[in-house]
Nanobody, 117 residues
């Protein structure tokens, strides 16, 4: 069982920047796909960004150009740099790790980001 622990949630002013971090207890982290999802109040969980083991990054259209996902395979961490935050970015953010060889995915417990306008 892979454990994922997010950190960095909090209250941010609109237009500001914030960074989330997630650490994984996974020895095969470097060959896993990692990502961030979010769920707004009353909404469904949606993809924010992913980064494959080959460093291919994908972003949801709503955050492309504002958010950046990054990974550190030495530290088993994945980060999400969020710039130009807007009220609609308010959500619970979840870290995700996917093991392609096992077709298995794991979630963190989530961290709340609230953007005040």
């Amino acid at each position: 069982q892979v454990q994922l622990v997010e950190s960095g949630g909090g209250l941010v002013q609109a237009g500001g920047s914030h960074r989330l971090s997630c650490v994984a207890s996974e020895s095969k982290f470097d060959i896993s796909t990692v990502g961030w999802y979010r769920q707004a109040p009353g909404g469904q969980r949606e993809l924010v960004a992913t980064q494959t083991a080959g460093d291919i990054r994908s972003y949801a259209p709503a955050v492309k150009g504002s958010f950046t996902i990054s990974r550190d395979n030495e530290k088993n961490t994945v980060g999400l740099q969020m710039n130009d935050l807007r009220a609609e970015d308010t959500a619970f953010y979840y870290c995700y790790l996917y093991q392609k060889w096992a077709d298995d995915g794991f979630w963190g417990q989530g961290t709340q980001v609230t953007v005040s306008s």
